[in-house]
């Protein structure tokens, strides 16, 4: 099993434009509320990406679907990350709605490559950034 660091939780609403014609959170809004999550956990975290030096770059992201969400309501998404290679590390997440915090309604993730952007190469992650993802529980 993977090793993995609860780095950032974050509570947004569902909106109601969130949902499709089915009544339900579309699939797609998943990988926004993830992305919005990892983003919030970048920016808070003092890395976000310089287009003239370097930053993270997602090179796959994933969700498995596990219990529908539907409007109203408040979710919680809890960020983890594993233990970094040269240049990339991953991150899992798990969404939760507030008022049902023992219910898992979806899991995901992201393969992150901290990147060179005018080389447009990897890089190794730079020193604070492996204290971050340090000690994983």
């Known amino acids: 099993m993977t ?8 509570r947004m609403p569902i909106r109601w434009g969130d949902m499709d014609a089915m009544g339900h959170v ?9 992305e919005t999550a990892r983003i919030l956990w970048f920016t ?16 796959n992201a994933h969700c498995t679907f596990i219990k529908q969400l539907k409007y109203p309501g408040d979710i919680e ?14 991150t899992y997440q798990k969404i939760r709605r507030v008022d049902q915090p023992d219910v898992l309604a979806a899991e995901g993730g992201a393969k992150v490559v901290w ?3 005018p080389e447009e190469k990897s890089t190794a992650l730079p020193d604070r ?9």
Do not use: C, W
């Not at 579309?26 to 993830?34: I, P, Q």
């Not at 983890?80 to 990339?88: E, F």
């Not at 950034?129 to 529980?137: F, K, N």
């Open 77 to 90: 998404v809890a960020t983890y990350v594993g233990v970094p290679g040269r240049s990339s590390f991953e």
């Open 26 to 34: 579309n699939n797609t809004v998943y990988f926004r509320y993830l």
């Open 3 to 10: 090793q993995k660091k609860l780095v950032h939780t974050m």
């Open 44 to 59: 808070e975290a003092g890395f976000e990406p310089d287009p003239g030096g370097e930053g993270p770059v997602i090179i």
């Open 115 to 117: 990147v060179n952007f």
């Open 129 to 137: 950034i492996r204290a971050l993802l340090a000690t994983p529980e």
